[in-house]
């Protein structure tokens, strides 16, 4: 099986954001960046199905130097090969998605799997675009996958519970926390994986369909008061609620 999983990088969760000076986009400078968290879900799954059905899986990101990164992660979790491409540009989903089907043509691939969204924009995006400029089906939010021959039967989270669906390979899945328990690389395989290869592929397109005009960070407006258990502060949570929360 051809299995080509897609990455992104994105800030540590628990970085300090600070917007640029131009006010429209992150300001890189200090900031760490990982693999995105769910895409870890979206690599396991394609480990999975490889130790079943054997085959290769690829991991392809699109981005920066820094991207190589999260490339190693990966080849240190398991994948067979890692490909970049090489876009320090500024790019919507869409810019991403198209660069990463033009490559994934060239790989014919079987199924093509990703997190359900980066954690940074949450743009939610990506699944359903690669799967149009595919044409391929497009399953989002999976998290029970079962393939048996061309067949694919998955599980999905909906609002409120869960849904069955199916579908045929070569297909889109964007996985959902709770697919699977995403694998801890070992000692001897992440230094392997830093004099591993890296693909690099210049960009098929710089084509944008979204502009950011601006970023701003929420004001924080949260005022933390304690009280005890006295009577007296009892009333005056209540009156907190009615005349400042506007609870009831």
Known sequence: M??????????????KIVINSAGNAVDPAGIKFILNPYDEYAIEEGL????????????VTVGGDSAKEILRTALAMGVDKAVIIKNAEKSDSFSVAKNIADYATTLNPDVILLGRQSIDYDSFQMSGTLGELMNMASVSMVSKLEITGTDVAMERDIEGGKESVQTSLPCVIGVQKGINE????????????KSKPIEEFSPSSQETRVQTITMDIPASKRVGKILGDTDADIAEFVRLLHEDAKAF
């Open 48 to 59: 999975r199905l490889r130790e079943k059905f054997t085959g290769t899986v690829t991991a």
């Open 2 to 15: 051809n299995i080509l999983v897609c990455i992104s990088q994105v800030p540590d969760t628990t970085a």
């Open 182 to 193: 995403p694998r801890y690389p070992k000692l001897p395989d992440i230094m392997k994986a």
